[in-house]
């Protein structure tokens, strides 16, 4: 039997522009702008400026596309793997909840480092290769079944990826199995850096935006690759996803499209946090109390949640681990009615008033036995008056089912467009959201990439 890969190559290579759906086109526009805002506020993400500096000094390799928000120019693996890990690092881009990917951001990353280097891929090529790229990425996201051993943004963002550059480099059906393999052959990503709240958690976003441009050279050049990178002994069921069924999402192909799925990310904070964040505010606001009235709270969430934003809040967090600590983004919320871009400075982070909140908000592992889960959220309040207030969540604010407005979606891009490091001005802004309006008439997505740097 061959493998499933080969359903999805057919897919890819069977699919026009042409064949898209209207509310397909319209999600790839809507979290490409995001994306890119996303990954401007990552500029001031930790370490950027030294990773820069990184792939500035290496020798030899052609400086053919350029670093958002900076300008750098530098080898196209290099661009995407920093604009991979700048789409990541403030953990603000995209999400399909139950793929539990972030579909967009290796994604995006390669498609416009490829853009940059070679000119010529039109708005409606990076508009298919994102659809495509997230049907297949999503669907085996959908179709695992056991629970995170490794970073499946990252892991099942490389096959995003692969699909995308795929597509805006024309590949054949059997040069883009080819780079299917060679892209298996490069995968990492642990869950560790997660667990532990490490920086490092973004940039395997970027070691894997990195690895597939090379996987997709490698193909082009002819080089076999490997057969069996789904279902094989040693396939990505059985050895990176432990348990699932690829087949299974086979038959949705060109029937659901998956970015019509993707839930956007209105706090800047793991997608884990926003069922808390979110409930917390729809309680707040219908029984108003204050963040002082609390005595103590209890969050009960599936084990998934529990995992990814349960670790306990402390005196002196990093950036990255209290953007994953659902006490502290659930303590900021509740005083300042949002979590801001700005909340995880040092400054925001260590606020005393913040901290002996969030040391009275528990979170607690609810008997969902689904492992890839992220609701329902169920919260209990006890107010310092006597009075307990309780809530329920099955779907959160930002998800297709509970969305964030146009207008919201545009004032977080403006968001994230002021908070860049680079010299760019407000009127880029209103020029690249024109562009992205239109970006089926866009003749070269470098038009984009120029309005990004300074």
Known sequence: ????????????????????????????????????????????????????????????????????????????????????YQIHNSEYDCVHERAVIHPMTVLLACAMAEADRSGGVSGKDLILASVLGVDVACSLGVAAKSGLRFFRPATGGVFAATTALGVVRGFDRETLLRAYGHAYGQLGGTMQPHTEGSPMLGLQIGYNARNVMMAA??????????????????????????????????????????????????????????????????????????????????????????????????????????????????????????????DFDEDRRTDPAVIALARRITVEVDDNPDPNALTPIAISINLADGRQIEGRAEVVYGNPAKPMTREAHLDKFRRNWRYSVGDLPDAGADRLIALVDDLENVDDVRALIDVLVP
Not at 45 to 55: A, D, K, Q, W, Y
């Open 217 to 342: 050279d490698i193909a082009a050049a002819g080089m076999p690759s490997i057969e069996g990178i789904l279902e094989g002994r040693f396939g990505y069921f059985g050895l990176i996803e432990a348990e699932g069924n690829p087949r299974a999402t086979l038959t949705d192909l060109g029937k659901v499209w998956r970015l019509t799925e993707v839930a956007h990310k209105p706090f800047p904070s793991g997608r884990a946090t926003h069922g808390m964040i979110d409930l917390f505010l729809e309680l707040q606001r219908e029984h108003g109390f204050s963040a002082d009235d609390i005595a103590s709270a209890t969050a009960r969430v599936p084990s998934l949640t529990h995992h990814l934003v349960g670790r306990p809040v402390h005196d002196a967090m990093e950036a990255n681990y209290a953007r994953l600590n659902g006490q502290y983004t659930s303590a900021r919320a509740l005083i300042d009615g949002t979590v801001g871009i700005d």
């Open 1 to 84: 039997m061959k493998d499933a890969i080969e359903g999805f190559a057919d897919h890819v290579i069977g699919t026009r522009y042409e064949d898209l759906p209207p509310d397909a086109v319209l999600a790839a526009k809507t979290f490409i702008l995001d994306s890119i805002g996303v990954g401007l506020a990552g500029t001031r993400g930790p370490f950027v400026e030294e990773l820069i500096g990184t792939f500035a000094e290496t020798k030899g390799l052609p400086r053919t596309a350029r670093v958002w928000g900076y300008g750098d120019r530098i080898a196209p693996e290099g661009a995407a793997l920093i604009n991979g």
